[in-house]
């Protein structure tokens, strides 16, 4: 079976096994067909069989016998090669047996495939034996059946792909910001080092800091400057950092033959643990008990007088594109601090080396003389950045937003609203080249991170149907409101609604035009004044609304607005239809000061408005009879159940079959709590 499911669909659902909970469907099918006397089994086009065949081995056996395989197989190629049906019956021979196959689809692919048997016994005739084991049921029941079979297996992926999608969102929005974490530090070493340009140390100092700086940043066991000498046969290591003191090189590189350093032919050299070397390499490594490296050779005048090494002696290590990258600026650096200091009673000369270095550093440059405002350098890819001189209308704002705002060494987030772009721009007094004070930036394009970012935001905390916030979203933003009224001594109100028979739209036009009733009703929601942004959809057709401290005494004016977008038929499939909703009002913080407790208690008020009538508005009464506070907490445990992947429901669904042929494996059953909720009767 699972091998005809792989031929039938390769483009079809890709990530069912991910919506697939093998032990939430055993669950629920055990308990469907226990209380609806049907025989049923779960099947998906990746994982073939997800559910053990519900029935004895006799019951099993004697279906096997009614249908046989080759109906099954039928059944499955109709539903797989249908873009339109979602439930197909196969005719069988016996009257008194019904044969369906129920599609669950989840943006428009299969993910899942229920196949459904049933023994009628308001068909069955006397002469029709049927073994006393079997379960019957009556047509109306079986049909009956598969409705709510559908029903509760859409509710089931919809949630299980919520969730998906909120794990996915995390994880990325984690991803991202320790991603912007390590950028950011690269920034601030680099930005140091840049520094280093203008320090009036000596060089070798400067070169300790430097490489003090890099083995720090990237953990690097070992890191030196090692200087050819002028009889070009012999070299010694002038500067030295490494993490661990007994790892020192130095001291046995003073006077030292450059034929054992095979580096040092004026070429760059990246070597990681799993490079294959050269037997040169190979002895060199060994001897100094190396285990990754990388050479780049400085050169002055076009000779390579220095070489930047950096050695791995601890770990196994494979170098990282963009760490290579960061070392080759870092010797950028190095040689123009070096060709500096030769040169250095030469201004061009010392100008032109600081260009050089200036225009590979990787990010925008802009040096302004905080005398006379004048702009006195900027790189290439500064204009990159600010094109068509925007920077010119944009470079008050940036230097002088002020001096409060932009200190000195720190970095700042500038958004343009010109090109809608965002900055991390890093500020810096230095001195020039000829003595004066200058301020020096650094400007990173950050845009792409900081829209993903958003994005990312935007998912984890908005209804993906409605784009209203979410239940989590919601629950974090009655804390704040609630926080916010008890400090200031304000007050607010809580909206619980729940719309009045949405039920009988979806069962009568569709779920597509349930789901146009939501998105509508979302809009007309907040387009109530002073709703626009405290407006959540907690699932289903449930909505929660919050009237914040600012907007709390126009209260009655809010209900009332939102009672009337109800009293207006909705257009939907040509024509009008009626869907009026009620409400439980609770206000903050007098019935309660916690975000779990505010919504009980508005639950309790909604319930009260159904009892009534529905179509009312009800505000909590602490008076509420027990009784109606425990029925309430029952229906309330049931449309959670629903929406969280049936994570409480006790008794709803059982197990399913399958051919006693095949060889299933069990999967542990997850027991859930909860009743059958109010509107399944």
Known sequence: MKQKLDMQGSNELMFGAELLDGR???????????????????????????????????????????VGMARHIVLLNRLITSEMEDVVEEPLEEDYLKMNGVAIRVGGKIAAIWIVIGVLSDIAAPEQEIPENIQKTTTKQYYNSLDFLTYISKQYFATKLDELLAQEAFAKNRESQEQIKTELQRTEVMTSIVKMLESENGFSKIADEILTDVCNYLKISN??????????????????????????????????????????????????????????????????????????????????????CFFELRKRRIWDVSDIKFLNEVKQIVQSILIKRITKNSLASSYASLEAILENVGCGICVRDMLSEKILYTNQQFHRLFADGRFEKQQDEIFRSGNKRYGNGNFVEYYSKEDNRYFDIYHTQINWVDGRRVMLLTVYDVTDKKLYQQKIERQANNDFLTGLYNRMRCEHDVEIYIQRAREQGGKGALCYIDLDDFKHINDGLGHQYG???????????????????????????????????????????????????FSKPWF??????????????????????????????????????????????????????????????????????????????????????????????????????????????
Request: with cysteine; glycine share 6%; hydrophobic share 40%.
């Open 24 to 66: 939430v469907l055993q669950g629920l099918q055990d308990r469907f067909c226990a209380c609806n006397n049907l025989y049923c089994v779960c099947l998906s086009q990746m994982q073939g069989v997800v559910t053990k065949a519900y029935g004895s081995k006799e019951e099993l056996n004697y279906l096997h016998e009614k």
């Open 223 to 308: 890191a030196a400057l090692l200087r050819i000498n002028r009889d070009g046969e012999t070299a010694d290591m002038i500067s030295e950092c490494c993490l661990e003191e007994e790892d020192a090189l130095i001291a046995k590189c003073q006077g030292i033959s450059t034929s054992e350093f095979p580096f040092t032919n004026g070429k760059p050299y990246m070597i990681s643990a799993d490079s294959i070397l050269p037997p040169a390499f190979a002895q060199f490594f060994e001897k100094w008990n190396i285990q990754a490296a990388i050479s780049l050779p400085v050169e002055i005048n076009g000779e390579a007088a220095m070489y930047l």
């Open 515 to 565: 789901d146009i009733l939501l998105q509508t009703i979302s809009r007309s929601l907040q387009g109530v004044t002073g709703l626009d942004s405290t407006c959540y959809r907690m699932g289903g057709d449930e909505f929660i609304i919050i009237v914040n401290q600012e907007e709390y005494q126009r209260l009655d004016e809010i209900l009332t607005e939102i009672r009337n977008i």
């Open 572 to 681: 939907l499939k040509g024509g009008d239809y009626y869907c009026t909703m009620s409400m439980g009002v609770v206000c903050f913080p007098d019935d309660g000061d916690n975000v779990q407790e505010l919504i009980k208690k508005a639950d309790i008020a909604l319930y009260e408005a159904k009892k009534g009538g529905k179509n009312r508005i009800a505000f909590y009464d602490e008076n509420v009879e027990a009784t109606s506070f425990k029925r309430l907490d029952l229906e309330k445990n049931m449309r959670y159940a629903t929406t969280n992947s049936a994570r409480n429901l006790r008794c709803i669904i059982s197990r399913l079959w399958i051919f006693p042929d095949r060889e299933i494996h069990v999967v542990e059953q997850r027991h859930l709590s909860a009743g059958i909720p109010r509107q399944w009767g």
